[in-house]
């Protein structure tokens, strides 16, 4: 079930480096968005998310950076641990039903040891 | 934690075939949905269903597909007459309420396999 993904982006980062996923969205109507994870052979696991009314969220070693001027959002991951190497997805709803998400492509994330 | 339950989680059919995956929502939950992802490419949404009725739907959510409660439990995908271009990963979703910040729960998918 892994995403192969011949163009997926990587991101290599060293363990207990700070990681920046990056993720761009298309619809400025868009008012709420999300971070979601997959492992190899899993669903998406939900991350984070964050209104868009808001430019800052954060959880358990993970922030969320919403800049609505540029339609851009990040994720960042403090002190990458082996088992944050996933493929992460951004997703947005356009509105209306509110879990019709529109995913990202994705970003593969590899932590070194 | 609760989970989204799929089964199976790999399924090989011949062009033509129907199949049908199921999947066992979270069991508060009131609003399901399928979608899915071809291998290498972003994670699509199928449909959505809520009280018995398919509340929306992709354009790809064609004729050959159906969406069904048939009991309190379980929420099943129809594919009629499977086609190459169907192989892929079907992730079931739920959540309790349709909000704009409920997040979905997903299922560790079922994997289609066309030939």
């Known amino acids: 079930g892994e995403s192969v993904g011949l163009h997926l982006p990587t991101l290599s980062v060293q363990e207990g480096d700070n990681s920046i996923i990056n993720c761009a969205y298309s619809?400025?109507?868009?008012?709420?968005f999300i971070w979601y994870k997959q492992e190899s052979g899993k669903g998406p696991q939900f991350i984070i998310d964050?209104?868009?009314?808001?430019d800052k969220r954060q959880g358990q070693r993970v922030t969320v950076l919403l800049n609505k001027t540029v339609k851009h959002l990040s994720l960042q991951i403090a002190a990458t641990q082996p088992g944050d190497s996933a493929v992460y997805f951004c997703a947005e709803n356009k509105g209306g039903t509110a879990s019709k998400l529109t995913f990202g492509t994705g970003t593969r994330l590899q932590v070194t040891l | 934690e609760p989970e989204v339950t799929q089964t199976p989680s790999h399924q090989v059919t011949q062009m033509g075939q129907e199949v049908i995956l199921r999947c066992v929502p979270i069991?508060?939950?009131?609003?399901f949905y399928w979608y899915r992802q071809i291998l290498g490419q972003k994670v699509e949404f199928l449909v959505s269903?809520?009280?018995?009725?398919?509340?929306?739907k992709s354009e790809i959510f064609d004729d050959q597909f159906s969406v069904e409660r048939p009991d309190g439990s379980n929420f099943t995908l129809k594919i009629r007459s499977t086609k190459l271009e169907d192989s892929a990963m079907y992730f079931c979703a739920s959540n309790p309420r349709q909000a704009v910040n409920e997040k979905l729960f997903f299922g560790s998918g079922t994997q289609l396999s066309v030939l």
């Open positions: 069991s508060n939950h009131l609003y």
């Open positions: 964050i209104r868009s009314n808001m």
């Open positions: 619809n400025s109507a868009s008012d709420y």
């Open positions: 269903f809520y009280n018995n009725e398919i509340s929306e």
